[in-house]
């Protein structure tokens, strides 16, 4: 089988003629595939070396391309397998690899085609492969969107006839596909990781926490500083929320030039709800655990509020495998409504009551409050929270009626 391995790249600035390391730069991850018998795809490698995009990004196309790999040397194929009959070349064959092996709602084999595809146009375009090789037809397919007023819009893109088109689950989701805990399950899940209190679970209590009542994303949550949560200021738009004296929210910068990572470097300010501040800064400063793993630290990484056993920040990587080990034991444990638990429900979860309460007082302004509140680029994203509740409100109505209607009363 092929192999992926990661390295630390470092941006490098020509100085006096001579091309040195920019040490003020972060490095950042980059991925590489070798062949099983150990030679590097050199192609690929330069691919994903170059590429401009998120780390998770990179990543994910990474590992695309690897199971590509795998499927060509399976198959004793090479990557550049395009003979004249169609149904033999190797893009076209690893297509129906992907479909006769995905499910209908699943979204990786149009992903996987995808970032293959893209990685042909990409070899082609730096002119290091034939540019007149005949790899697919291109053609002309209408795209829906939403605009900024929530319209839905239908646009005209261009793709390829190897795209893999694929069925959204019959179920209304919100930010990323996903959908929101209810109330009682977010409550339920807070509940166990306080009660069960290892090492990791208090650690995941503490995301859970920020993930449910401020909406952060995990990329900003791992990057989250203890100086970050000094520099609180009060949002004076809560003072007036109630008279209890700990109604009031605390603003804390985040994006570029803050430390706090936020998606497509958005400028904005996480809001912190006063109780969950002091949680978290009480979490940081006094947790016997996290002092331990501070102690461990680089002096660039000791004020992170969350670090590992090795005193490292958490990787995307460290983050997906604490979650697998606690599905594995909320699901022993018989709390099998969180068997496929994403930690981006919690952001879901959060957006979601933020656009139910604002709805409540005003649906003109709830988008532009949700919005800021979570950080969306765009209001289309947005939108999506509103149209969840009232189009689960209208099947709450319906499921009610139905049941009415064809169970009868003999059922209750």
């Not at 690899?97 to 990409?122: E, G, Q």
Request: net charge positive.
């Amino acid at each position: 089988m092929a192999h992926l391995e990661s390295y630390a790249a470092l941006p490098y600035i020509r100085i006096d003629g001579d091309w040195a390391p920019r040490e003020s730069s972060k490095p950042k991850t980059k991925y590489t595939i070798f062949w099983s018998d150990g030679s590097l795809w050199m192609e690929a490698h330069r691919y994903l070396a170059e590429k401009r995009v998120k780390s998770p990004t990179i990543r994910s196309n990474a590992y695309d391309l690897k199971a590509y790999a795998d499927w060509l040397e399976e198959n004793n194929l090479h990557w550049l397998h395009f003979p004249i009959k169609r149904e033999d070349r190797c893009l076209e064959r690893f297509r129906g690899h992907l479909i006769n092996t995905s499910t209908k709602t699943s979204s990786l084999a149009s992903r996987r085609i995808n970032a293959v595809v893209n990685f042909y146009k990409w070899v082609k375009a730096r002119g290091l492969i034939d540019k007149q090789l005949e790899m697919w037809a291109d053609q002309q397919i209408a795209a829906t969107y939403f605009d900024q007023t929530g319209f839905n819009r239908t646009l005209s893109v261009w793709t390829t006839d190897l795209r893999i088109p694929h069925r959204k689950a019959n179920i209304t989701s919100v930010e990323d596909g996903l959908m929101p805990l209810s109330t009682e399950d977010r409550d339920t899940l807070l509940r166990y990781l306080k009660q069960n209190s290892s090492e990791q679970n208090i650690i995941l209590h503490a995301m859970f926490t920020l993930g449910f009542f401020t909406g952060a994303r995990i990329g900003s949550i791992r990057t989250l500083r203890i100086e970050n949560l000094k520099s609180a200021i009060v949002d004076p738009t809560s003072i007036s929320i109630g008279e209890h004296p700990d109604s009031f929210i605390l603003l804390i910068a985040a994006g570029p030039g803050t430390g706090i990572d936020t998606k497509f470097d958005v400028r904005g300010y996480l809001r912190f709800l006063k109780p969950v501040h002091e949680f978290i800064l009480e979490y940081a400063e006094t947790n016997v655990t996290r002092l331990k793993r501070q102690a461990k630290a680089s002096k660039a990484n000791k004020s992170l509020v969350f670090l590992t056993k090795d005193g490292n920040p958490y990787s995307e990587a460290s983050i997906n495998t604490a979650l697998s080990d606690l599905r594995k034991a909320l699901v022993r444990d018989n709390l099998t409504q969180f068997h496929d638990l994403k930690f981006h429900q919690s952001r879901a979860t959060c957006g979601t009551e933020l656009a139910r309460l604002y709805m409540s007082v005003s649906d003109a302004n709830a988008i532009e409050h949700v919005r800021d509140w979570l950080m969306h680029k765009n209001a289309s994203t947005t939108w999506k929270y509103v149209k969840f509740l009232k189009t689960s409100k209208t099947a709450r109505k319906v499921n009610k009626e139905f049941t009415n209607q064809f169970l009868g009363p003999n059922f209750f």
